[in-house]
């Protein structure tokens, strides 16, 4: 009996291969990766373990033996079928209004190493992305239109993330003092449907009268989405950084407080208060940190892991070793 192809489209739909190919991808630009990134996360009062496709580090410069900072990437893989597309949606907000913010795509984070890296320092890559609020998955075969993936996607990568910041706070502190260095770290979810961008005039009358997606939106390399920092997640963060409390008094954590004081840095900002704040569950809610979320259509995943290798190389550049004011600026603000 011939061998049935209906193993194709089972295999193509688990997204292992999809993931092997974004594993070569990334390996081809310098990273190492591995697989099934885990994490743990209470699910209905039961503690339960989840995980990320691949994390990704690279060390800039890239293939040189000088190592002046650290690139985590978490990339979640979403296979579909062809014909489907993700269609999104623009955030309506007035820029000061707007919950995105510049530089909270690509994180740079210089707290708990002794070089200072500008606030503005990855502004440029958020400047030129779309910012959306929501966005669907449209399927082209049946007419169906639904969030699910788009949705479990973001909140696997938006959990994983406190797991992610808590191991690399804790390599940064507990290394040697030579090889402390700031990283970067940018959660990706990644598809193989097309990206589409709805018009901002987008309306329910719009919609009844298209005979077609196009008319209604542009397509995209990608989007950046804005998932909120709810209650649920807050208790998962405290929990998956309450190891970090016990670094706050570390004598590393603080030799880096005196090295940041005398730098300048804001009191709140210092190594051992940042530990404090993340593994307590009042206070600060560390937006930066876990609210952006970049997706990507997997046509354009190498372009953009490019970019993010350009953004970081140039905030590395500026670096300094005296310290500068680290504020927060909104969508479209310029500092």
Known sequence: MPESGKWKSKLLSSSVPMEYEVARTLVE??????????????????TKDFSVDIRATGHPPFRSSKLLAIIELLVECKHRHRGNKWLFFQDPNIEDMSPFTLGHTIRAVDSFSSTFIPANSTDSFDQQAIFCIKGVEIDASNGNVYDTEVKHGLAQLQYALPRLLTDSIRFSICNHQEDNLPFFFCPILLTTSAILVANSDISIKSVENASSLEELSVPARYVVVHSDCNPDFEYHRQSACSSLAELANHPATKILDAIRQAGGEYDFRLPSAQCSALANLDGEKFQRYFSQTIVCSLEHFADLIKEIKTTAMSAIKSRKKKGAARRSRRKGVRS
């Open 29 to 46: 630009h310098g990273f190492a990766i591995d697989a099934d990134y885990s994490y743990a996360r209470k699910d209905a009062g039961i």
